[in-house]
């Protein structure tokens, strides 16, 4: 593995969407890149490329179980644990919402216990879900939120709010130095085609000719963050040195309906896909959209990408997967 004298970055949940563009930014930055990932959601595909990279590992491990000994034994000088790990997608969290919130709670408290014995800088991946179907809007750090914490999305929800919990309580201990991001809908190359997420639903939808699926009537708003905006946020808060320790949102303040999302991609893809509408799943969040004050204040940070930007790159990224999925099968 890694030399005693560079600094170690462990990626948990590196496989995934948001957690392969981190292992890029952290490599980049001059780091080693260790990947922890059960691959429940997270893909080889995305670490392809930095197979050959040798300041890359990748662990299969489950962050619930416990973290692989050899993290814990020394000779590694890891500076920075980033919690990236946690299925993302309602459908995907929800398929086993036990996983998902022991992966939220026993997952987080061992890489809170690593970066305590490592000395090593902590970055939580919290969410915009814990302010659950918002009253205050747009919604501010500052506000409380209202989750339902028994439909079946509070396994994420109330599980991300356990562990900023815990991870607030280790900061006020002395025991660990952390950073919590509330993360708002990002979307970008590397997300699944099978994610069952809007973005990457409506364009693949699109792309294939099939019908674009609207839950509810399509009011619903969301606010969309490209990746790689959000990979600068991230970048940011991890090494930032100021005072401030509270959590910090980071999300694009550029709301639309789901409707709204829909008549754009069908335009850009010039689809001739037809709209149907199914139930809104329970406990949908009716609005959502950062307040990014603080992290302009604090971060100097804000998204650069306008939507129709990356939304035309996430197609691209679409479109050449399944080219590549096309190759592959007629072989
Ligand atoms: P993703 O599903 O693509 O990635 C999650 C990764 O974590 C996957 O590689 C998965 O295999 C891995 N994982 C899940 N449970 C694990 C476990 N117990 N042990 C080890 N690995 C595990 O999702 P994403 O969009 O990349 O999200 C990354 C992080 O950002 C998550 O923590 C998510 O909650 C947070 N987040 C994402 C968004 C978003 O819009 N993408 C919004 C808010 C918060
Ligand atoms: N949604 C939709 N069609 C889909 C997938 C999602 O209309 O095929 C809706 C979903 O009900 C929600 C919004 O789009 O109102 C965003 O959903 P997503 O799962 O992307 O993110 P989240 O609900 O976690 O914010």
Known sequence: MQSKKSKVAIVAGGAGFIGSHMCDALIAAGHHVICIDNFQTGRWENLRHLERESRFDAVDADVIEGLPARLS??????????NLACAASPPHYQADPEHTLLTNVLGTRHLLQLAERSGARFLLSSTSEIYGDPE?????????????????????????RAAETLSFDYLRAGRADVRVARIFNTYGPRMRADDGRVVSNVVTQALSGDDITVYGTGEQTRSFCYVD????????????????????????????????????????????????YRALPVDDPRRRRPDIDLAARVLGWQPKVPLEKGIAKTIAYFLTEAKAAAGRSSK
């Not at 034994?73 to 980033?82: E, S, W, Y």
């Not at 747009?138 to 109330?158: I, K, M």
């Not at 309906?257 to 001739?272: E, F, H, P, W, Y």
């Open 73 to 82: 034994r020394g000779g590694l000088d890891i500076a920075f644990v980033l």
């Open 136 to 160: 205050v809007h747009p919604q501010r750090e500052s506000y409380w939120g209202n989750v339902n914490p028994t439909g079946p999305r509070a396994c994420y929800d109330e599980g991300k």
């Open 229 to 276: 905006d959000l990979v600068d946020g991230l970048m940011r808060l991890i090494v930032y040195d100021g005072d401030y320790r509270g959590a910090i949102n980071l999300g694009n303040p550029n709301e639309l309906t789901v409707g709204d999302l829909v008549d754009k991609v069908l335009a850009m893809t010039c689809s001739r896909s037809a709209v149907t």
